[in-house]
C-alpha cells in the first residue's frame, strides 16, 4: 500500500511551463504504475498520460509532446513535465498508482494523491 501526495501546481501564464510532483509514501513504489488525470470543475477525470513500473509512457493526443512523464523511484517520485501550457489545461491534476493495472480509466487506479491545482490564464 502506498500514499500520494501531489505538489508543484500553481497560476501560470499560457505558454509557460510547470513540473508536477507524486511523491509515494510506503513499500514498493517502483513496482507500481503511475497515471495523471485532471479534472476541471463540473468535468470528467481525464487522463493526460502513464508510466509502468519499467518506465515506458503513454500519453493521450491531447497532451502529447507537450507533457512528459518520469519517475524517479529512489526519490518515490514520479513527475509530470508539462509545457506550452494553455488555458484548457486549467484543472486539479492528480496521480494515481496501481501494482495490477496500467491502464487509461480512473477506475484503474487504487491510490491516489488529493490533487493540485494548476491555472493557466490567458
Known amino acids: 500500500q502506498v500514499q500520494l501526495a501531489e505538489a508543484g501546481g500553481g497560476l501560470v501564464q499560457a505558454g509557460d511551463s510547470l513540473r508536477l510532483f507524486c511523491v509515494a509514501s510506503?513499500?514498493?513504489?517502483?513496482?507500481?504504475?503511475v497515471a495523471w488525470f485532471r479534472q476541471a470543475p463540473g468535468e470528467e477525470r481525464e487522463f493526460v498520460g502513464r508510466i509502468s513500473w519499467s518506465g515506458r509512457t503513454i500519453y493521450p493526443k491531447s497532451v502529447e509532446g507537450r507533457f512528459t512523464i518520469s519517475r524517479d523511484n529512489a526519490k518515490n517520485t514520479v513527475y509530470l513535465q508539462m509545457s506550452s501550457l494553455k488555458p484548457e489545461d486549467t484543472a486539479v491534476y492528480y496521480c494515481g498508482a496501481s501494482l495490477t493495472n496500467y491502464g487509461d480509466s480512473p477506475k484503474d487506479y487504487e491510490y491516489w494523491g488529493q490533487g493540485t491545482q494548476v491555472t493557466v490564464s490567458s
Open positions: 510506503g513499500r514498493g513504489f517502483s513496482g507500481y504504475a
